[in-house]
């Protein structure tokens, strides 16, 4: 049953377990050789630029312990790994009293640094490549108008060329730019006549000199007519009449203004 259990175990042999792995711990009990037996079939398999820490547990056990510290360390000394190949550490650990766990606790920074060097040597790689690409835009502006005399001083007639060409087309000066034509004030435009066209200016009406008018004399109107007064019941009894009442005089029209005399000698005027 044991054996069906190992090979049933979910290890590396399933899945791709050092895929975009920085580190690795593989711990095993050093007082059961199997477990032991796993890590000489596994350590191979990890990649070389991957760093190794190997963790013989069970430490508080030491008097059952099966597996020696130099035979991990004979293990590690015979793996076939290639020069640049990336750290192996062989440590032991409790996990009843936490031995071991601050150097594990230490190794951690090197799959860190590790990672971060590959981070900045990928920098230094973009960094070359911009440097080189720039010596190349410089190389390539040596023979343009950036450092050839001649090709600016082209470049420069051209544009002063390309300025003044539209005003020379114009016939205006640079100094008229659009300047409509001064219309005189007098001048009246209809809606039909261009406003550089000068109008005549308009004839103002000649009227003919009308005489003063005489003032009007005075004249009154004709006051009308009292309406007669109504009979009463006791006069048409008696057959009497009302007496007529007495109109009052109309007011007297004003003297008119006398017209002085025509003087026909200085002697003759009078003041």
């Given at each position: 049953?044991?054996?069906?259990?190992?090979?049933?175990?979910?290890?590396?042999?399933f899945?791709?377990?050092?895929?975009?792995?920085?580190?690795?711990?593989?711990?095993?009990d050093?007082?059961?050789?199997?477990?032991?037996?796993?890590i000489?079939?596994?350590?191979?398999?990890?990649?070389?630029?991957?760093?190794?820490?190997?963790?013989?547990?069970?430490?508080?056990?030491?008097?059952?312990?099966?597996?020696?510290?130099?035979?991990?360390?004979?293990?590690?000394?015979?793996?076939?790994?290639?020069?640049?190949?990336s750290?192996?550490?062989?440590?032991?650990?409790?996990?009843?009293?936490?031995?071991?766990?601050?150097?594990?606790?230490?190794?951690?920074?090197?799959?860190?640094?590790?990672?971060?060097?590959?981070?900045?040597?990928?920098?230094?790689?973009?960094?070359?490549?911009?440097?080189?690409?720039?010596?190349?835009?410089?190389?390539?502006?040596?023979?343009?108008?950036?450092?050839?005399?001649?090709?600016f001083?082209?470049?420069?007639?051209?544009?002063?060329r390309?300025?003044?060409?539209?005003?020379?087309?114009?016939?205006?000066?640079?100094?008229?730019g659009?300047?409509?034509?001064?219309?005189?004030?007098?001048?009246?435009?209809?809606?039909?006549?261009?406003?550089?066209?000068?109008?005549?200016?308009?004839q103002?009406?000649l009227?003919?000199?009308?005489?003063?008018?005489?003032?009007?004399?005075?004249?009154?109107a004709?006051?009308?007519?009292?309406?007669?007064?109504?009979?009463?019941?006791?006069?048409?009894?008696?057959?009497?009449?009302?007496?007529?009442?007495?109109?009052?005089?109309?007011?007297?029209?004003?003297?008119a203004?006398?017209?002085?005399?025509?003087?026909?000698?200085?002697?003759?005027?009078?003041?």
């Open positions: 049953p044991s054996q069906a259990e190992s090979e049933m175990a979910l290890d590396a042999e899945l791709d377990v050092y895929k975009n792995c920085n580190g690795v711990v593989m711990m095993f050093i007082t059961k050789q199997w477990t032991f037996s796993y000489l079939r596994e350590l191979p398999k990890v990649p070389t630029h991957v760093p190794v820490c190997v963790l013989g547990n069970y430490r508080d056990m030491g008097e059952h312990r099966v597996i020696l510290p130099d035979d991990v360390r004979d293990l590690m000394d015979r793996l076939d790994r290639p020069p640049g190949s750290y192996f550490r062989y440590a032991e650990s409790s996990m009843k009293n936490s031995f071991g766990l601050k150097y594990l606790h230490k190794f951690f920074n090197i799959p860190f640094l590790q990672l971060q060097r590959e981070t900045l040597l990928r920098q230094l790689e973009t960094n070359q490549l911009d440097i080189d690409a720039t010596l190349e835009e410089l190389s390539v502006q040596q023979e343009t108008e950036d450092q050839n005399y001649s090709i001083l082209e470049m420069m007639e051209a544009r002063s390309g300025h003044t060409s539209p005003l020379a087309a114009n016939g205006q000066s640079p100094s008229s659009s300047q409509s034509p001064v219309v005189p004030v007098s001048a009246v435009s209809t809606g039909s006549s261009s406003p550089s066209t000068p109008q005549p200016a308009p103002l009406p009227s003919a000199p009308s005489a003063c008018p005489s003032p009007p004399s005075p004249s009154e004709p006051a009308p007519s009292a309406p007669p007064p109504r009979r009463s019941i006791i006069s048409r009894l008696f057959g009497t009449s009302p007496a007529a009442e007495v109109a009052p005089p109309p007011p007297d029209p004003a003297p203004a006398e017209a002085p005399a025509k003087v026909q000698d200085v002697e003759e005027f009078v003041p």
